[in-house]
């Protein structure tokens, strides 16, 4: 098969183009390099079977010859990055996601959307399921994100009701591994660079906010599994387990006997206090879940970052 993805330069991009690859179908990767980064994708230089083209899908894109597959990733998913560039995000959510959804109807080929669990805000009902509209702040700092997403998602609706492409839609819970950006604002690679490079631990409020953490393998499986689905409505992928933010250092400093001290900070705007998916669907429709255990994934995540960071840690 002949794949285009955008954000293919991105975390999760790259790791699905490794994916796709493998399996021996053809990858165009589009990516503007606002947040992704060609490292990434630099040990696929020369692949016979993948195309890197540097492009910003808020443009009409043309591709010649057939397509089969169109996957919208990209966007900027981090909080520092979508907060820097609100309208970009903004953006990316709206007029990108129409360009892709319009190559996906130009070829009659299907079109994966991947959204994100911002969609549920600060959600009163937990865990989430897919068919929870959310608690969302349409006009706080963090509604450039979320509202992209949801726009996206509505979107790729239409284009499935007018046009019958044939979509489907991931919401995306946390996710974590090799080639997250070391600087980028999120709990994992923050954590982990603190404690590569000696510094205290930043908790955000109290810590007793819970998150749940899915291995990028495992969340790039599921991906490909709903991609091949006939399920039109949105998934969520995400690992169940949850814990609290706390836990969560502590497992950190456990299993990099670090007894680095934590620092605590305001709570972010919006930020929400309770994050766990419902993946019943996705048992159900997908025969998917995810199976890496966290301290597995984590190994993985500190050996990528352990020589990125500008010094290692004394108690290491």
């Known amino acids: 098969m002949r794949y ?5 330069a991105g975390f999760i991009g790259s790791h699905m183009c490794d994916w796709l690859l493998k399996e021996g179908h053809t990858v165009i990767a589009l990516d503007n ?28 894109i043309t591709i010649e010859g057939t397509v089969d597959g169109v996957m919208h990733l990209a966007s900027l998913a981090s909080p520092k990055d979508y907060l820097n560039h609100p309208i970009e995000t903004l953006e990316s959510g709206s007029t990108a996601t129409r360009n892709m959804l319009e190559l996906a109807r130009e070829k009659n080929s299907r079109f994966l959307l991947t959204s994100t669990s ?9 865990p989430q399921k897919e068919t929870y509209w959310g608690n969302v702040n ?45 600087k980028d604002g999120r709990v994992v690679p923050a954590f982990l660079d603190q404690v590569l490079t000696g510094q205290p631990m930043t908790v955000y409020g109290d810590g007793k906010q819970t998150r749940s953490f899915c291995y990028v393998s495992d969340l790039v499986r599921g991906l490909v599994l709903l991609s091949r689905s006939e399920e039109r409505y949105p998934v969520n992928l995400g690992n169940p387990r ?55 994934g984590l190994r993985e995540t500190i050996e990528y970052f352990r020589p990125r960071t500008l010094q290692t840690s004394p108690t290491l």
């Open 4 to 8: 285009v993805m955008s954000g293919a």
């Open 33 to 60: 390099l606002i947040t992704g980064s060609t490292e990434n994708l630099e040990h696929l230089r020369g692949h016979e079977q993948f195309e890197f083209r540097r492009f910003d899908v808020t443009n009409p």
């Open 118 to 126: 911002e969609c549920y805000g600060d959600p009163l009902e937990h």
């Open 138 to 182: 349409p006009v706080g700092m963090r509604s450039c994100y979320d509202e992209s997403k949801r726009y996206a998602e509505a979107l790729t609706m239409a284009y499935h009701r007018v046009h019958g492409v044939r979509s489907n839609i991931a919401r995306i819970f946390n996710t974590y591994g090799p080639r997250m950006q070391l």
């Open 242 to 296: 949850e814990m609290t933010i706390l836990e969560f250092a502590e497992a950190i400093q456990k299993l990099m006997g670090s007894e680095a001290r934590l620092r605590y900070e305001p709570l972010p705007e919006d930020d929400p206090k309770r994050r766990r998916p419902d993946i019943t669907k996705a048992k159900q429709v997908l025969g998917w879940e995810p199976s890496v255990p966290l301290e597995e």
